[in-house]
Nanobody, 114 residues
Framework: VQLVESGGGLAQPGGSLRLSCAVSGSISAISVMGWYRQTPGKQRESVAVITRNTGTVYADSVKGRFTISRDNAKNTVYLQMNSLKPEDTAVYYC?????????WGQGTQVTVSS
């Protein structure tokens, strides 16, 4: 199983980025998909998660600015990030919980700076 993330990069404060994470491999049942982030010296934190039935949970720091969504047919999860702030700068990791267990992506850097 592989999780391939894309869409990270540099954005200005107030700008937007969209992250994608495509799951490939012999996987039959993905229940929860999510995005986490980590900055140097800090623990990885949950940003947003979405269940198979599209129930969502967001970190308080991103509510109203980020939107998580998923395409079950494509085994892909997205994170639309609007109104970005410098404190959103981090490495963002995709995570899925499936019949194969808990799987992480390699991470994609998001930098918010003017």
């Amino acid at each position: 199983v592989q999780l391939v993330e894309s869409g990270g990069g540099l954005a200005q404060p107030g700008g937007s980025l969209r992250l994608s994470c495509a799951v490939s491999g012999s996987i039959s049942a993905i229940s929860v998909m999510g995005w986490y982030r980590q900055t140097p010296g800090k623990q990885r934190e949950s940003v947003a998660v979405i269940t198979r039935n599209t129930g969502t949970v967001y970190a308080d720091s991103v509510k109203g600015r980020f939107t998580i969504s998923r395409d079950n047919a494509k085994n892909t999860v997205y994170l639309q990030m609007n109104s970005l702030k410098p404190e959103d700068t981090a490495v963002y990791y995709c995570n899925v919980i499936s019949n194969l267990g808990n799987t992480w992506g390699q991470g994609t850097q998001v930098t918010v700076s003017s």
